[in-house]
């Protein structure tokens, strides 16, 4: 890698020519190209030119000297070619360079104007300026191939381009003349586009639209560039976005047209075959959707009990709060009311401390200010049913329960409800009731026996 | 199944006009042939051998050969592919166990691409839900970057002629039910395969879709009129680094270097050289620590110079 890298001039070494055998046939179908289209053939002389400008630059002074080196390289490159163009790798470029820092000075300064100036594409301008040399020079290059040198008839376009370069260019810069003597080679981009055209040309599928049905090639090209609709490359939904709406948008194309052409387009739904994802992979990923679905329906119930137990803890916390609340409110009033009847009855202090020894006023005080909020209570729970109201009547609500339903002698005497009728006939309204027929205990036992 | 549809497809066919059949003798004449030898290098990782079989099982016209020895040695692919009557190359170089590069080789003559693997998922891993026929032919959708620029330009015919099934080959699906798209951004290449679905169409977008599918024909079925598409992801995805062009299939002068590739490589080593750059600085400081210290006197190793106010000279 290091011997080619040393032994080549820039030019060979970035464009290794190819064999010749292969180059000659291939300067003939150029030929050929050049009569039969000029457009191309305009794109070639632009190319040229560009070539040109970026060599000018790198050219050495004296043409024969660099005439000599040109074709030490080239008989290199000739003879290198079948060994080391297959062996190509990645790799290449990082060797050579790095081959060449312990052995030759690398201009560092050189290789950013190569790199620069390889981007000249843009530079239309300077393209135009130069467009009068360059017909001039289209015109006699082929000649100079033949008289310069005799074996070196590798007329690919690039090699063309050399020898024009060789023969028009006026020598400028000392250093770049060293650096060529020196044997380093600036790393270029390489972008032949005339080159490429015409490997494109060479293997391209007919696929015009007005000549060739769209089901013979499916391939459909995109209105607008997808990557103006990417924002932020980063950013993984919207860049899926744009790729999915590319494939969209000739998915769409591509039915409507093969439905023109009546090529059938969608699968009946009974038409089964091998699938390109096997049955047992689908069912995988259904059941990773599955787990999926239920993994999410766990986590949001989750989530909710979580949510109910922080909500029932706020509202545990707000009762105990209250409860806090209310103790203090009642201590409170206790010490007023301390207080109050400490300043009234001041004089008769011993008294009043006899009087009441249980704090009975405290308690009725307490008392009166919780009733207020009892009767509130009772509006609430406004008029009992009937039952209810009976029952108060009868056992009475509040009040003295003990011994009210014992007799005395007052409800002894009464003889209110008496009835002599009930008593001697044992019929009446209440005598009927009672004839419920329930058999005696031995028919009973007779009748359940017999069961 | 695929027999019987065949037979009726042929007889329908038989009673369409006469302008269809000149159009499939027009097609006749112009046979696309693309045979495309798929295989890979020694030492390429589980990951890289399913891609392999992912693509191969999405290329019917491919013909999947045993791994290369050799990774010098290219040009034999060109021999091996004539040996299986393919036309095209599609090899998988694997380096460190861990790179992954990618050939699209014409065979007899050229051109050669050569890609940069990165960001494989296959179809496995992938848990898409898509699905199609095993070797239907797909739609083939195309950037628009990919006419502006010669290298794409070159790049779009060689997946048209790799990935693009040719049409009438005896093992492909008569129907067409995948997309393969393939977009430029961020200089590189993205590659995602969609399954065509076709769904009810949603009301709304009903009108605005009419414009498009009135000129369809009447022969197209009248139940499928009223359906949209709707596209839901198959797998596998990469991303593809273009490096170079050549000219030649597996040699030959390069059309096209792309200056924008680093080699991972060199990546690599650049981190680890600022992880090393790290390591030293601390090292330094350390080295520098010790000088300093000895220079005080205040290191193990030297003996201390004896002071007259010792408190052993003092008291001894």
Same mark, same amino acid.
């Given at each position: 890698m290091a011997k080619k890298g040393a032994t080549q001039s820039p030019k060979a070494g970035s464009k290794p020519n190819s064999q010749t055998g292969d180059a000659q046939s291939k300067n003939q179908k150029a030929d050929r190209r050049k009569s039969n289209e000029p457009v191309v053939e305009k794109v070639a002389e632009k190319e040229e030119q560009r070539e040109e400008e970026t060599e000018e630059s790198e050219e050495d002074e004296s043409e024969d000297e660099q005439l000599q080196i040109r074709a030490n390289g080239n008989n290199e490159s000739d003879s290198e070619e079948d060994s080391d163009e297959n062996s190509e790798d990645e790799d290449e470029s990082d060797d050579d360079s790095g081959d060449e820092h312990p052995t030759h000075h690398i201009d560092f300064e050189a290789i950013d104007d190569s790199d620069s100036e390889s981007?000249?594409?843009?530079?239309?301008e300077n393209d135009k300026k130069q467009d009068s040399n360059k017909a001039q020079n289209g015109m006699s290059e082929d000649k100079m191939d033949v008289d310069k040198d005799g074996e070196d008839k590798s007329g690919d376009e690039e090699d063309e381009e050399e020898e024009i370069d060789v023969e028009e260019l006026e020598p400028e810069d000392e250093e770049d003349e060293e650096q060529i003597a020196a044997g380093t080679r600036t790393r270029q981009t390489i972008n032949n586009k005339e080159g490429l055209l015409t490997a494109l040309r060479r293997i391209?599928?007919?696929?015009n639209p007005k000549t060739t049905? /769209? %089901?013979?090639?499916?391939s459909v090209v995109a209105s607008k560039r997808t990557e103006d609709s990417?924002?932020?490359?980063?950013d993984d939904l919207q860049r899926e976005l744009a790729f999915m709406n590319q494939a969209l948008e000739a998915a769409r194309l591509g039915r409507s047209l093969l439905r023109k052409e009546g090529v059938p387009f969608t699968r009946p739904t009974d038409y089964f075959a091998e699938m390109v994802r096997t049955d047992a992979t689908m069912e995988k990923v259904k059941q990773k959707l599955i787990e999926e679905a239920t993994a999410k329906k766990a986590a949001a119930e989750a989530r909710k009990q979580r949510d109910l137990k922080k909500f029932g803890k706020a509202v545990q916390v707000q009762k105990q709060l209250e409860r806090a609340k209310q103790k203090r409110e009642a201590l409170d009033k206790i010490n007023q009311l301390k207080r109050k009847r400490a300043e009234g009855g001041s004089a008769a202090l011993g008294a009043t401390e006899a009087d009441d020894p249980f704090d009975v006023a405290v308690d009725n005080e307490l008392s009166r200010d919780s009733k207020p909020k009892k009767r509130r209570a009772d509006g609430d729970h406004p008029v009992p049913n009937p039952k209810r109201q009976k029952k108060n009547a009868k056992?009475?609500?509040? &009040?003295?329960?003990?011994?009210?339903?014992s007799g005395d002698a007052i409800s002894s005497g009464d003889?209110?409800? /008496?009835?002599v009728k009930r008593m001697k006939y044992g019929g009446g309204a209440g005598g009927g009731k009672k004839k419920?027929?329930?058999?005696g205990k031995a028919r009973r036992k007779a009748a359940a026996a017999k069961r | 199944m695929a027999a019987v549809y065949k037979t009726i497809a042929k007889v329908t066919g038989s009673k369409e006009d006469k302008d269809k059949e000149d159009r499939s003798n027009i097609i006749a004449e112009r046979k696309n042939k693309q045979r495309v030898l798929v295989l890979s290098s020694r030492g390429v990782t589980y990951r890289h051998r399913h891609l392999l079989n992912d693509l191969a099982s999405m290329l019917p016209h491919g013909r999947k050969d045993a791994k290369?020895?050799?990774?010098?040695?290219?040009?034999e692919l060109c021999e091996l592919a004539e040996l299986y009557n393919c036309n095209n190359v599609l090899f998988f170089e694997a380096r460190k166990g861990k790179d992954l590069y990618m050939w699209f080789s014409k065979v007899p003559n050229g051109p050669t691409v050569k890609f940069y693997a990165q960001n494989l998922h296959t179809m496995e891993e992938l848990h898409f839900q898509g699905n199609c026929l095993k070797g239907s032919r797909p739609i083939l959708s195309f950037d628009?970057?990919?006419?502006?620029e010669p290298y794409l330009k070159v790049i779009k015919e060689l997946f048209l002629h790799t990935f693009g099934v040719p049409? &009438?080959? !005896?093992? %492909? !699906?008569p129907f067409i039910d995948h997309v393969l798209s393939f977009s430029v951004a961020d200089g590189k290449i993205w590659v995602r395969n969609y399954e065509i679905r076709e769904v009810e169409k949603v009301k709304g977008e009903a009108d605005k879709r009419e414009e498009g599918e009135?000129?369809?024909?009447?022969?197209?079925?009248p139940g499928s009129k009223d359906t949209d598409i709707n596209l839901i992801e198959i797998g596998p995805r990469f991303v593809l680094t273009p490096i170079i062009i050549q000219?030649?299939?597996? &040699?030959?002068?390069?059309?096209y270097e792309n200056k924008r590739f680093i080699s991972p490589n060199k990546i690599r080593a650049e981190l680890r050289k600022a992880k090393a750059a790290r390591h030293h600085a601390r090292m330094e400081q350390q080295r520098d620590l010790l000088a300093r210290k000895r220079q005080l006197g205040l290191d193990e190793s030297t003996p201390k110079k004896k002071d007259d106010l010792d408190t052993r000279e003092l008291f001894a």
């Open positions: 981007e000249l594409d843009s530079d239309e391209q599928l007919d696929i049905p /769209f %089901s013979f090639h499916q990417i924002p932020q490359i980063e056992y009475g609500f509040g &009040g003295k329960k003990r011994g009210s339903k003889l209110s409800g /008496f009835s419920a027929n329930r058999p | 290369f020895d050799t990774k010098s040695r290219l040009y628009a970057a990919f006419e502006q049409q &009438g080959h !005896k093992k %492909s !699906k009135t000129e369809k024909p009447k022969a197209a079925k000219e030649g299939s597996f &040699g030959g002068p390069i059309l």
